[in-house]
Nanobody, 122 residues
Framework: QVQLVESGGGLVQAGGSLRLSCVAS????????MSWFRQVPGKEREFVAA???????YYADSVKGRFTISRDNAENTLYLHMNRLKPEDTAVYYC????????????????WGQGTQVTVSS
């Protein structure tokens, strides 16, 4: 059974930092794109960042320069380091994996985690 389990969310003040983790089990994702998306109630799921199996990285403009995505294939773990957080970063953050062609489209992904809440207070 394939599982992606996120952790590391929480409440932080604006300007603070958090590190999200996503541990994969039941499948090796070393040859997949792994990504982070986020969603707030009433809005569509939004692309945040992606990393390919060659470690190429992609970021949404809204997080570029503040967030860093990385992966540890030996541990089957994906990370998102979030710095200089803003209230508008508040959302549920989801980990996703798949053999995708377009990294920012949610339906391209085969596997999703359950999400972890990030709340940034002003």
């Amino acid at each position: 059974q394939v599982q992606l389990v996120e952790s590391g969310g929480g409440l932080v003040q604006a300007g603070g930092s958090l590190r999200l983790s996503c541990v994969a089990s039941g499948h090796t994702f070393s040859r997949h794109v792994m990504s982070w998306f986020r969603q707030v109630p009433g809005k569509e799921r939004e692309f945040v960042a992606a990393i390919s199996w060659t470690d190429s990285t992609y970021y949404a403009d809204s997080v570029k320069g503040r967030f860093t995505i990385s992966r540890d294939n030996a541990e089957n773990t994906l990370y998102l380091h979030m710095n200089r957080l803003k209230p508008e970063d508040t959302a549920v953050y989801y980990c996703a994996a798949g053999a995708v062609a377009v990294v920012y489209i949610p339906r391209e992904y085969d596997y999703w985690g359950q999400g972890t809440q990030v709340t940034v207070s002003s």
